[in-house]
């Protein structure tokens, strides 16, 4: 149980535009969803929470506007770059949690290559 | 602000050697959570220290939390090459409302 998934795997673009990934919880319902990013050699850095139903709150630093996140679900919260440019190029990590202070489940991850 | 601090970052080690990853962390914690990455992939989960004391053994791994020290150990036992992988801390701050803190993982290398 609790398994999570993420779509693309893999996704490359061209810098300006946008892309989209997909996080779903498969066998519970995830009250609370977590996008994390993660550079090369380095550890993951949380971008922003999420609620179902709510705005997300986004951690200091990360720009709310050109990371756009919709939790519209119990089952999925979606993270879409606007905009990418190379900088935006890394491995974004999404997880997800049944309740609060319950233990997130994370996905497989995306890796973003932006051209 | 949490803080998360592992060391060491870079451990190379001998097959069938011992050795110890600390992780210490700035403030109360609700949990810690041990993870391992491979290359390219996303983390695994080993496991989830709820408690002063609490002790958690899997295979060549164990893990330890001692809440007042505000550390906690994964210590391998015996190496193998299977086990060469980055490994992370995380902690789950009693004010954080879920929001985990990494510290900076520490790759490990299991030589033959």
């Known amino acids: 149980g609790a398994v999570v998934s993420q779509h693309p795997s893999r996704v490359i673009c061209k810098s300006g535009t946008s892309v989209k990934i997909e996080c779903r919880s498969l066998?519970?319902?995830?009250?609370?969803m977590f996008w994390y990013r993660q550079f090369p050699k380095q550890s993951l850095m949380l971008m922003a929470t999420?609620?179902?139903?709510?705005?997300?709150?986004?951690e200091q630093g990360v720009e709310k506007d050109k990371f756009l996140i919709n939790h519209a679900s119990l089952t999925l919260s979606t993270l879409t770059v606007t905009s990418a440019h190379p900088e935006d190029s890394s491995f974004y990590i999404c997880?997800?949690?049944?309740?609060?202070?319950?233990?997130?489940?994370f996905g497989p991850g995306t890796r973003l290559l932006v051209l | 602000e949490l803080k998360v601090e592992q060391n060491p970052l870079f451990l190379s080690m001998q097959e069938g050697k011992n050795y110890t990853i600390y992780c210490n962390y700035s403030?109360?914690?609700?949990?810690l959570y041990w993870y391992r990455q491979d290359p390219g992939k996303s983390l695994e989960s080993l496991f989830v220290?709820?408690?002063?004391?609490a002790v958690k053994q899997e295979g060549r791994l164990m893990a330890s939390l001692d809440t007042k020290a505000r550390l906690s150990t994964l210590h391998i036992t015996a190496a193998v090459h299977d086990l060469s992988a980055t490994y992370f801390c995380?902690?789950?701050?009693?004010?954080?409302?879920?929001?985990?803190?990494f510290g900076e993982g520490t790759q490990l290398t299991v030589n033959p």
């Open positions: 999420s609620n179902e139903g709510s705005k997300a709150t986004y």
């Open positions: 220290l709820l408690s002063n004391g």
């Open positions: 995380a902690v789950d701050g009693e004010t954080s409302g879920s929001r985990l803190t």
């Open positions: 997880s997800a949690s049944p309740g609060h202070q319950q233990t997130q489940y």
């Open positions: 066998d519970f319902q995830a009250t609370t």
């Open positions: 403030t109360t914690s609700d949990r």
